[in-house]
């Protein structure tokens, strides 16, 4: 479900005000509105077999580079965007990085670790695309690390390239991600489905020389939705009343309000909802879990960070009790906005990679069909949980 062009979003509020805006990203009709110039690049696997993702961002960047340079010389505020792709699968960094953190025989007779991973039909076409034969699963492993690596030279050679552009004399600078990568935890196989915090945390970086404090860390729980109020704010730009998000400045000012509980959902390779309270997290799945997983968890991140310990059946009350509150939070956004809920009408993406995708059938009563279904799951859930 796209978003509909009228809505408020960072690039066209920034545009609107007068700010120049400038992208270097390749998803098109995703990103391409609200920037006065959007530079697109191809990701394309190299002659030698490696992926030289950061290098096609770099190789891109020089006339966005010019183009935020002359708005800084002339003091017009500016606003860029420089999407990389690594880490990302497939791992497979480039010379000098491709054997960085591993000098062993992937594929060596005997090794069974990656034997799960080869049992999982939906993705084994796919992974066998990048890495075939590959029996040690410290390999994959140590490629994302490579491709992490690979990723701090591509910023930055872009950091150099924009401080000699005269781009960071009076600029906050944002580093940050989408996701993150289930290496194996939770019976995932290095990609980014499932609600875990391996996926949901992500870094998030401010740089303003004079204004941001050096080396502060702020425990507090942020949500990505906090960056566009919070870019929009620096540049002195209002928000919209209807963008949801705080302004982070307060982090390093005082005052940042606490976030409340945080809602998330993913429609990948299979639809669920996250809801986290305090040091409490609800999973819940609309459908069978596509890895065979419970269709509820509840975790307790302050004494189980990684996830482990499912507490469901232990603590029923309390699952139940966030499990209502989410239901409710769902409810009454989809009465504000006017709009259906986007997980309850999407099909997911596919259910296999490496081969042509099968879509989730999408009759013309699905909305109404996939509710109910939830409707009674969440019913069934509460009932066995005796709440």
Not at 178 to 194: A, S
Not at 233 to 257: E, K, Y
Request: hydrophobic fraction near 45%.
């Amino acid at each position: 479900m796209e978003p509909p062009a009228e809505l408020d979003w960072l690039p066209s509020c920034l545009q609107a005000a007068g700010v120049r805006t400038v992208a270097v990203d390749n998803l098109g009709r995703w990103l391409r509105r609200g920037f006065d110039a959007y530079h697109s690049y191809d990701l394309v696997q190299s002659a030698d077999g490696y992926w030289r993702k950061g290098e096609a961002v770099i190789e891109a960047a020089g006339p966005a580079v010019a183009a935020l340079g002359r708005a800084a010389r002339s003091g017009e505020p500016f606003f860029g965007f420089f999407h990389f792709w690594d880490p990302h699968t497939p791992y497979a960094p480039p010379p000098p990085f491709h054997r960085l953190f591993y000098d062993g025989d992937e594929r060596r007779a005997g090794e069974h670790g990656m034997d799960a991973l080869w049992a999982f039909s939906p993705f084994a076409d796919y992974f066998a695309g990048w890495m075939p034969g590959v029996t040690d699963r410290a390999f994959p492993r140590a490629q994302y690390a490579a491709c992490v690596r690979a990723l701090d030279h591509a910023v930055a050679r872009l950091w150099h390239a924009l401080g000699a552009a005269g781009c960071l004399e009076d600029t906050l600078v944002v580093v940050t991600a989408d996701h993150g990568e289930e290496l194996g935890e939770h019976g995932i196989w290095f990609d980014h489905h499932g609600l875990y915090e391996a996926n949901l945390r992500v870094p998030l970086l401010f740089w303003a020389p004079g204004r941001v404090p050096r080396g502060a860390v702020v425990q507090d729980a942020v949500n990505l939705f906090d960056l566009a109020p919070t870019i929009a704010a620096a540049l002195g730009v209002p928000v919209p009343a209807a963008m949801h998000g705080r302004d982070l400045r307060a982090a390093w000012l005082g005052g940042l309000r606490p976030a409340g509980p945080v809602y998330g959902t993913e429609c990948t390779w299979m639809r669920k909802r996250v809801w986290r309270s305090g040091r409490h997290k609800l999973i819940s799945a609309l459908e069978p879990d596509f890895h065979g997983g419970p269709d509820l968890e509840l975790y307790d991140l302050a004494t189980d960070p990684r996830e482990l310990c499912n507490l469901a059946a232990v603590r029923p009350a309390l699952a139940g009790r966030l499990l209502e509150a989410m239901q409710a939070h769902v409810a009454r956004r989809v009465a504000e906005i006017g709009r259906p809920d986007p997980l309850a009408v999407q099909p997911v993406a596919s259910r296999r990679l490496g081969a042509p995708g099968t879509p989730s059938p999408a009759p013309k009563d699905r909305p109404a069909a996939v509710a109910d279904d939830e409707r009674a799951r969440v019913s069934e859930r509460l009932a066995r949980l005796g709440y």
